[in-house]
């Protein structure tokens, strides 16, 4: 399978081939755009949409045939968000890599930290965040940690811990929840965690994806989340480092 890089926006018209057969688009096109110049591309009886990430490729596909056997080159992380996995991925050669929960808050308090700020320590969150699973933590660039401090993105305790957020037009979102090792279980990650709930969000919907056996379950759970039926199933295929981060 070669893997051949996109070379215009029109040229994703390509997908509306597809768009009928069983796919994990989800709406991506924005996703697309906004990745463009990391966007390949693998396009034989299936068509696979690819955004190339540091030691991986995030992995959109389209199948049309399912007896067409991936073997591309490289490690091709692709995910499907539902209730129940099927077994559409491992038909064609990929594993499942770990299984993830959705949380969503159901009540929340007042609640106000003094030491709680926008963190813009570029070494501190570069650092932090490379502590992440490498293929479901979704590492960032030093260039991206930038552009996110840019748009205060992040908020926390100097040297101590954080939350990246995101907002969208219809929900709030924590993509990345961290506290130094050597000082978690002392109530700092609860103080961030309240005081972003509290003073941060501002839609009704808020939500955060975790590992279904995350320790930090608890801490969302004590601040007003409940976890909900729908998962996300993680996939590898291709060549797999198993030396896996936590």
Known sequence: MKIKKFNNLQELDLIKKYIDYPNNDYLNYDNYVRNFENLYYINEKNLYILIKRKDYYKTYYYLKDKDEIFNAQGVFVSEIVGKNPTNDLVDIGFKLYKTRVRMRLKTREEF???????????????????????????????????????????????????????????????????????????????????????????????????????????????????????????????????????
């Open 112 to 246: 106000y930290s003094e030491r709680v700020k926008f963190i813009d320590d570029i070494d501190f969150l570069y650092r932090a965040i490379g502590t992440f699973d490498r293929y479901s933590g979704e590492i960032l660039t030093r260039e991206e940690i930038r552009d996110k401090i840019l748009r205060k993105e992040f908020i926390g305790i100097d040297n101590i811990g954080f939350i990246e957020f995101e907002k969208t037009k219809f929900q709030d979102s924590i993509l990345h929840f961290y506290v130094e090792a050597k000082l978690r279980n002392q109530g700092f990650g609860s103080e961030i965690l309240k005081h972003y709930l509290s003073n941060i969000v501002d839609k009704k919907r808020v939500g955060v994806w975790t590992d279904f056996d995350s320790k930090a379950i608890k801490t969302y759970e004590r601040a007003g989340f409940k976890k909900e039926n729908l998962k996300s199933y993680v996939y590898i295929g291709g060549e797999v480092n198993n030396d896996r981060k936590n």
